[in-house]
């Protein structure tokens, strides 16, 4: 006699199937569970899950934000179910629990830890693949930069190159001064400001405007060209990670680094993703 059969002969026809359904109320609160921590962890890291990626049928700016809002959106709405769906189980387990220690007796102690066991069991499964699901999605995120930091000099203490290309000490030296630094130009553009000058003096009565062209020329020849914050080496670095098309630099979640990643483990790792504002391309930044 197995213990399906032994259940139901000792408490009665159907005591098994409740047996089961419970335990089956058990495992789906686990992956509830584990569904609602792995969505709220998305969501508090801006990061957005393949299954819930929305496509557009057209390609612009403005049609990504509104699907990476609906996307954000649609994420909201799972963990509100996920939540609602564990509070109704957790209800139900209790209620299933004190029904079934009345019906079976002292042997229910046993059988309920049996199921406890699966549970547990379950969700360390469901959490180890949601953990690499995760990693998956932000792989820079989970990676301990203090301890490849530590490994570092003082020098490049500030750069973590996790790609295949071998830095220079003067593109070390760059990047170490981190993405928001700005790189002082090389000379006035006067063209920027005569034409915001024109656009002020076509406002103005001819006279008026024409003085206003004169004394605004000379003092656009006696701005100083600005002194340089780069040397020159440090310039030409600037140049070539700019046009290097082989990496991707991007900064870093943890220790204020800056992380230099080959552009195909880029695209590999990220380029399904809608939430590319904390990544910076060094173009635009230097």
Known sequence: MNFKQRIDSRYGPGVSNQLSEFEQMHLKLA??????????????????????????????FKASKIMSAASKSLIIERIDHHRKEKRILKASIENKKCELAELIGSEFQNIFQSIQNRFDKETESIKLKQKEKFARLNPIKTIDLSEKVNQTNDANKNVVNLSSRNLTPCEISVLNKGLNFSVVPKSVKALDFVTGIESAVSQLPEDQGDRFRSEASLLLNKIPVPKPNLSKEENQAVSILGKDD?????????????????????????????????????NSKF
């Open 31 to 60: 992956r509830h569970t584990n569904h609602l921590t792995f969505l709220t962890k998305c969501k508090n890291e801006n990061l957005i899950p393949t299954g819930f990626i929305l496509k557009s049928p057209f390609s612009s």
């Open 246 to 282: 082989a990496i991707k630099i991007l900064p870093a979640d943890k220790g204020n680094a800056t992380v230099v990643l080959d552009a195909v483990t880029y695209k590999e790792k990220y380029w399904k993703r809608y939430e590319l504002a904390n990544t910076l391309n060094l």
